[in-house]
C-alpha cells in the first residue's frame, strides 16, 4: 500500500527566503509528526499532530518555523527567512492513533533541505 | 526531560561476528522503546519496539533487544551480522505522548 510520501525531496534555497515542504500521510493515520535530522546528528522532533487537538509545537526551533495540517491529510512545514542552519533532512512520519503505547510510526522519505 | 544516549557512533563488524548496539535513556516515566533502522538509500523504518509485556523483543532479521528497567537500557544484539545489516540504526524513546526521541545513531558496516 501507500506510505508516507514526501516533496520535494530536495530543495536548495538562498538565505533569508521561505521554503514549504510537503508530508502526505497514510489514509486514515490521524497522527502526523515533523522530525528533523541535521548532519551528523540524531532526530529531533519538530511538530505532532493528533486529530482535531491542538499540536504539539514545542520542538519547533524558532518562530521561523510553522506547520499546518488539514484534517486528517495533508500537511506542510514551512520556514520562513531561511538560515544556513536550517539546512537538514526534514522527515515526516504518521500513526494510527498517535497515543503512543508503542505504535508504530511509518516514515516518509524525507526532503533534503540545503540553504546557500 | 527524556534524553537517549547511544555509546557506539560507528562500529564496523567482519560477517557472522556478534552485534550489540547499546542504548540509554532517560525518563522516569512510562516508556515505549524502539530501535528503527535506515538501510542506505531507503526509510527509516522499525526494527522492534517493547512497551509492555516481555522484556526480551524479537524484531525483524533476527534482531532482537532486552529491555533492563534497572540499567535504563534498551541493547540491540545479533548473534550474526550479514552484510545486508550495513546501516545506520537509532534507538528512541517516547511516552505516551507519541512523540520519539531519538539517539544520535549508530552506522553499522559490515565487512564481506
Known amino acids: 500500500g501507500a506510505g508516507v510520501s514526501q516533496s520535494p525531496s530536495n530543495k536548495v534555497t538562498e538565505k533569508g527566503k521561505d521554503v514549504e515542504l510537503r508530508c502526505d500521510p497514510i489514509s486514515g493515520h490521524t497522527a502526523l509528526y515533523w522530525y528533523r535530522q541535521r548532519l551528523g546528528q540524531g532526530l529531533e522532533f519538530l511538530i505532532y499532530f493528533q486529530g482535531n487537538s491542538a499540536p504539539d509545537k514545542s520542538g519547533l526551533p524558532s518562530d521561523r518555523f510553522s506547520a499546518e495540517r488539514t484534517g486528517e491529510s495533508v500537511s506542510t512545514l514551512t520556514i520562513q527567512r531561511t538560515q544556513q542552519e536550517d539546512s537538514a533532512v526534514y522527515l515526516c512520519a504518521s500513526s494510527l492513533q498517535g497515543t503512543g503505547r508503542g505504535e508504530t510510526q511509518y516514515f516518509g522519505p524525507g526532503t533534503r533541505l540545503l540553504v546557500l | 526531560a527524556q534524553s537517549v544516549s547511544q555509546h557506539n557512533h560507528h562500529v564496523i563488524l567482519s560477517e557472522a561476528a556478534s552485534l550489540e548496539l547499546g542504548c540509554n535513556y532517560s525518563?522516569?516515566?512510562?516508556?515505549?522503546l524502539f530501535w528503527y533502522v535506515q538501510y542506505p538509500g531507503q526509510h527509516l523504518q522499525l526494527l522492534l519496539k517493547?512497551?509492555?509485556?516481555?522484556?526480551l523483543v524479537k524484531g525483524i532479521k533476527g534482531f532482537e533487544a532486552e529491555f533492563i528497567k534497572s540499567k535504563f537500557s534498551f541493547n540491540l544484539r545479533k548473534p550474526s551480522v550479514q552484510w545486508s545489516d550495513t546501516a545506520e540504526y537509532f534507538c528512541?524513546?517516547?511516552?505516551?505522548?507519541?512523540?520519539?526521541?531519538f539517539g544520535q545513531g549508530t552506522t553499522l558496516q559490515v565487512k564481506p
Open positions: 525518563y522516569g516515566g512510562t516508556v515505549n
Open positions: 517493547y512497551f509492555s509485556g516481555d522484556p
Open positions: 528512541a524513546v517516547s511516552s505516551n505522548t507519541g512523540k520519539l526521541i
